[in-house]
Structure formats: C-alpha cells, structure tokens
C-alpha cells in the first residue's frame, strides 16, 4: 500500500513538474494557436486596428524565457491583452452548423491543462462574442491571380527576400504561425489528413526555431507543406532561388508505370525509350524515394511518384549525374550525364501519350468512333468539335493533360438535361473555420442534340484538378466508362500567397465532391478499367491506355471476326504460313502490332512508308492472331490464321 502511495506521488508529482515547466515546443505551440485564433476572432485584431505582429514579434521573446508554466500564461495573458477589449455583442449567435461544415473550428483546446483558467475565460469569451464580419485578413479573391479566397495582409508576410536576407529566430516562427494559421482555417480538407494539422505543427515548429540558413528554411516549409497531402501545395511551394539554381537536368523524361519509372523520351544513344530507371548516383530508386517523400506534398502515390520523377535528375549544372537503368534485355546499365537544360525547357514539354495525337483536337476514326484531345480543345472550337461527332457511337475524351475550361460548353451539348455533377464546400469569409455546401449545375433541359453514344474518359496521373473537375463533368452522362489509372486527387481551386518576395506557398481551399457527398480529394477519379502503360508498350511506341479505350468503343459498335465496320484493312493469304501482305489506304507512319489469343504482343512492325508491307510470321506458332494497324487516321483491326 505504501508503494501504491508513492508511486502515485511520484506521477503527481512528475505531472505538476511538467506542468510547471513546459518545454520550448510546447509553448510556440500553444502561442501559435492562441495567436491565430485572436487573429480571426476578436474584434479589434479581425479587423486590423492591432497591429498582431508586431505584439507577436514582442511576445516571442518571453514566451521562449518563460521557466515555469505560470509564467508562459503570464506571457499569453499580455499577448491578449494587446489586443484589447472585445466588443461585447448584440446579436443573436449564428446558427449551429453540421459537422461537416465546422471541422475547421475545434476549440477543445481550449481546455487542455497547460492553459491557466483565466486565459481560458479569455479565449471563451471571444468565442461567446464573435459574430460573423467582414475580416481584414481574409476576402473572396474579386482582383487578379486565381484561387477562391486572398490574403490581402498576409501578402507578403515578409517583404523581403529570405536567400538575401535570411531572418532571425522570432521572424521565422512569425512566418510559420501565420503561414500555419491559414492552413489551419481555409483548408477545407484538413480532416483527411494522414498527420492531423496540429501534430505537424508541434513536430516541427523548433525545426523552425533553430533552422540555421535559407536552405534549411525550404526544406521546412516543403516539410510542413507535404503534409497538407495536397498536390496543389506542391506544386506552389517553390523559390525564385529554386529557378536559378539546382534545377538543372539531363534531356531525359520519365513517366511512372503501375511498377517503374520509365523513359519516355531520350537525348542520347545509350538510353532508349522504355529503358528502366534503377539508380541514381548509385542510390537505388526506392531508397531515394524514401529520402524525399517528406519534402513532396501529395495525395496518393501515383502523384508523388509523378512529381518525384521531375526530381529525380535535377541539380547545379557544375556537377554531372550518373544513371543507372535497365534496357529492353535486362540488361543493368550506367551512364554519366550533364545537366544542361533547364528542367522547364521546351524540349521537356514537347512530348504526349501519343505522340501522333498531340496536335489533334479531334478526329473521327473507322467505326464511327471519336477522339478528342482535351488539352488543345478550346471553349470556340466545342460547336464544330460535336457536330463532327455528334453521330459516333463513341467518343473517347482524353483527360490526360489540362483542360482550357471546355467541360461547360461541352456539357451543354451532351447532358441530355440539367443536372448537378459536382458541388462544393465554400470557406466562409465572414467565419473563419467554417464553410456553405454549394451545387452547380450544367446542361439544358430536355436537350434534343444530347449524346446518345458511349463516352469513354483517358486519365492518369497528369490528370488534376480541373481536368479531375472536368472528368466528374463526364461522369454525369450515363454509362461513361473511365479508363486509366488513379488521378492526383487535387481538385479545386488553388489559393496562393507569398511568404516573402522568393517562397510561395498556397493549396486547395475550395472543397469539391460529388453530388451524392463522396470525396475525391486525394482519392481523385476512379477508373473503371485501370490500365497503365508498360515499357514493353512504351518501347514500341504504343498508347496502351487509347488502346484500351478502343477496344472498349469496339465493343460498343458493330464488330465481327473481320474487324470493325467499314474496314478497309486486308491480309493476304489468309490462313498464311511463312508471310502475310498487309494493304490499306495509304498512309504514312503505321504501326502494326500481332496479338495472340493471350492478347500478347507477339510481333511489331514499323513502316516507314505506304503499304502495301509484307511481314515475315515464318516463325509464329500455328493458330489464330489478331492484327492492329494503327496510323494518322485509323484504328482497324484484322483477324487471320497461321498454319504450319
């Protein structure tokens, strides 16, 4: 019993200890989320008539003397205090919200142990008095730029340049609480977070404290910003510096497939579309991907590899890169190359799925079926684009790139009636943390032009945020099809502000789902038929997705065991035995492919000129195969014997 009794004691004890003397992490991060919350919530601050940071730049310093718990409540006291008197209210509190729209605003911690009971009464009667108002750190973005919502004094929160100018301790916590307090209350999807929001900022928060030098500044924020789990955050997280140096690289892409990191297209000899990516400086690739998935903001893992493969090779144009990869024999292979380019160069854009399509905004192929290149379409060319394929039994739609806003127009024409395909959690101004459901609907009632084919939808990794936004649009017509692999799931808008004049950051601030309330942030579109490209397929210059959504749409027209309706392909003799005579209408750069009964590529034919060709099958197996021709203008396929 009276070990019992001591030991209880000694935790009484232990706990009074830890309450009395918090540790510097802990109090930056308490300072953090009272700050914020006075920030948007009293009277006097909401409105700017304090000056906040400057009574945070003040605070700072006691905060990180304060020895004893009392003391750091003494130093929150002041903090308050500074910002006056609350204006009592006289007006009816605002009606309670649903859960879903207030996760933004969880004030439990206002009754955790470290806070003294007179700052509590403090923050509580704040809460007891706010009422929604016009707030001067947050608006409805009405100006230039793009995103839901501006920050109008908190762009830029420092006026200077880091790199140049590198600040000081208290500045630097200045700009990861305000930068953190945004985040905190504008992002609408805080609550599918893999690390809740309040534990990244008390991991990190004397990373930022102690953070010697500009570098070691990027790599904080890209640390706190890879975890909002928001491809849009990463792709803004970026500095002037950044664009200058170390961003230097090889002619080399790389695309992901469902295993590998893939070229796809190649400045030297020794490295051949669909050779596989195994080293880099001798560092295998997953030991790599390790080292940097805590600086890349994602939602699932396609997109982090997608991002990350732009990565891979960049640095100082002084020092060269060794590649360790894998060619078509499976052979290893290593190569030293020399960053010569800029990664944002053109020669790294200029390149497509498939290629032969990348300057098509549509066209129509044998067996009546439609393509449309999503990422060329503009709004003027919707009219003539649908009445060229009004009449097809199929259109396939390519999402895999950026759409120009067409999806509108396009809906107009298709949807057989009015309908809502999306709606969205709007982030309220005027109450920060809290948020309205809104719907939108596109189409025309009782449409006598709607499209009565089948709609088949490309996508992949490249696809995100309006062209995600632009797939849901699809997904409102009947019996749509989604072929590909899973999207960034990062759609909605972008909000972005500056840090100082070289560090931007921003992220999703405007929540989009579907009509029924499912999510598709980070989960992004679903495909129906998941299909990645392979580097078998990658080598032989093949679009496996579009082949895919072909062989879908053939299903849907008329096809028997001649190939699709209307073909114009022949193969002579048939059976064969040692060669087959392919002809067709003329066309330049075909591709021929010979499938088995697996569906296995068993043959592959470049032809550089006109057919008629003749392919030698002298060595295939007696039995039946299919042949694919595919060229400029058609996708035909043919079935025929060998026998032996």
């Given at each position: 019993m009276k070990k019992l009794i001591f030991?209880?004691?000694?935790?009484a004890l232990c706990v009074t200890a830890y309450a009395q003397n918090p540790s510097y992490e802990k109090k930056l991060y308490y300072t953090c989320k009272v700050w914020g919350y006075v920030k948007y919530f009293h009277s006097e601050v909401s409105t700017c008539k304090v000056n906040w940071d400057s009574v945070l730049a003040a605070i700072l310093p006691m905060?990180?003397?304060?020895?004893?718990?009392?003391?750091?409540?003494?130093?929150?006291?002041?903090?308050?205090?500074?910002?006056?008197?609350?204006e009592p209210t006289t007006t009816p509190a605002p009606d309670e919200l649903s859960p879903e729209l207030r996760f933004n605003l969880n004030l439990d911690w206002f009754n955790d142990p470290i806070l003294r009971s007179d700052v509590k009464a403090i923050l509580v009667n704040i809460k007891t008095n706010f009422r929604p108002h016009t707030n001067c750190w947050v608006c409805n973005n009405t100006g230039a730029g793009y995103g839901?919502?501006?920050?109008?004094?908190?762009?830029?929160?420092?006026?200077?340049?880091?790199v140049t100018n590198f600040p000081d301790e208290f500045t630097r916590l200045a700009l990861l609480f305000r930068y953190w307090n945004i985040a905190s209350y504008f992002n609408p999807y805080k609550d599918i977070l893999d690390i809740p929001w309040d534990s990244t900022l008390y991991r990190n928060v004397i990373n930022f404290a102690t953070v010697p030098d500009y570098t070691g500044f990027v790599k904080a924020i890209k640390k706190m910003s890879s975890k909002l789990d928001d491809a849009h955050a990463e792709c803004l997280t970026y500095t002037t510096k950044s664009n200058s140096t170390g961003n230097f690289i090889p002619r080399?892409?790389?695309?992901?497939?469902?295993?590998?990191?893939?070229?796809?297209?190649?400045?030297?000899?020794?490295?051949?579309?669909?050779d596989i990516l195994e080293s880099i400086n001798g560092k295998p690739i997953t030991q790599i991907e390790d080292s940097l998935r805590p600086y890349i903001s994602s939602g699932n893992y396609d997109v982090f590899r997608r991002d990350l493969s732009s990565y891979f090779l960049r640095g100082d144009s002084a020092f060269n890169v060794k590649v360790g990869f894998k060619d078509y024999l499976g052979n290893t292979n290593?190569?030293?190359?020399?960053?010569?380019?800029?990664?944002y160069d053109t020669w790294f854009s200029d390149y497509y799925p498939c290629d032969s399509l990348k300057a098509k905004k549509w066209k129509k192929y044998k067996g009546n079926i439609g393509y449309v290149n999503m990422g060329i379409l503009e709004p003027e060319d919707v009219k003539n684009m649908y009445n060229s394929l009004y009449a097809t039994k199929a259109i396939i739609f390519d999402v895999r790139n950026y759409p120009n806003g067409t999806i509108t127009n396009i809906a107009q024409y298709i949807y057989p009636n009015r309908k809502c395909f999306v709606k969205f959690t709007i982030p309220d101004v005027f109450f920060p943390g809290t948020y309205s459901w809104s719907e939108s609907f596109y189409g025309i009632e009782n449409n006598t032009v709607a499209y009565k084919g089948k709609i088949i939808v490309l996508c992949n990794q490249e696809t995100q945020s309006h062209a995600e936004f632009t797939c849901m649009g699809f997904q409102a017509m009947p019996d749509v099809v989604i072929v590909g692999s899973q999207t960034a799931?990062?759609?909605?808008?972008?909000?972005?502000?500056?840090?100082?004049?070289?560090?931007?950051?921003?992220?999703?601030?405007?929540?989009?789902?579907?009509?029924?309330?499912?999510?598709?942030?980070?989960?992004?579109?679903?495909?129906?038929?998941?299909?990645?490209?392979?580097?078998?397929?990658?080598?032989?210059?093949?679009?496996e997705v579009l082949d895919k959504a072909f062989e879908i749409a053939r299903a849907t027209v008329s096809v028997d065991e001649n190939g699709i309706t209307e073909n114009d392909i022949a193969i002579s003799p048939n059976p064969a035995k040692d060669y087959i005579e392919i002809t067709s209408k003329p066309s330049e750069g075909s591709a021929i492919y010979i499938y088995n009964m697996?569906?296995?590529?068993?043959?592959?034919?470049?032809?550089?000129?006109?057919?008629?060709?003749?392919?030698?099958?002298?060595?295939?197996?007696?039995?039946?195969?299919?042949?694919?021709?595919?060229?400029?203008?058609?996708?035909?396929?043919?079935?025929?014997?060998i026998v032996k």
């Open positions: 030991i209880v004691l000694l935790y905060v990180k003397n304060a020895e004893s718990n009392s003391a750091f409540n003494n130093a929150l006291m002041n903090m308050i205090g500074a910002a006056g008197q609350m839901w919502l501006a920050f109008p004094n908190d762009d830029p929160i420092i006026n200077d340049s880091l080399l892409i790389f695309k992901i497939t469902k295993n590998n990191y893939v070229v796809v297209k190649s400045d030297y000899s020794e490295i051949s579309n669909g290593t190569i030293w190359l020399s960053r010569i380019n800029r990664y799931g990062a759609d909605g808008d972008i909000s972005a502000y500056k840090m100082s004049k070289d560090i931007h950051v921003g992220f999703t601030t405007l929540g989009t789902f579907y009509p029924d309330g499912r999510q598709t942030q980070r989960i992004g579109i679903v495909p129906d038929s998941v299909v990645y490209p392979t580097a078998e397929g990658i080598r032989q210059g093949r679009d697996l569906g296995e590529i068993v043959l592959t034919v470049r032809v550089e000129n006109f057919l008629p060709v003749r392919v030698n099958v002298s060595n295939l197996p007696q039995g039946i195969y299919y042949l694919t021709l595919r060229t400029q203008n058609a996708y035909e396929i043919k079935k025929f014997e």
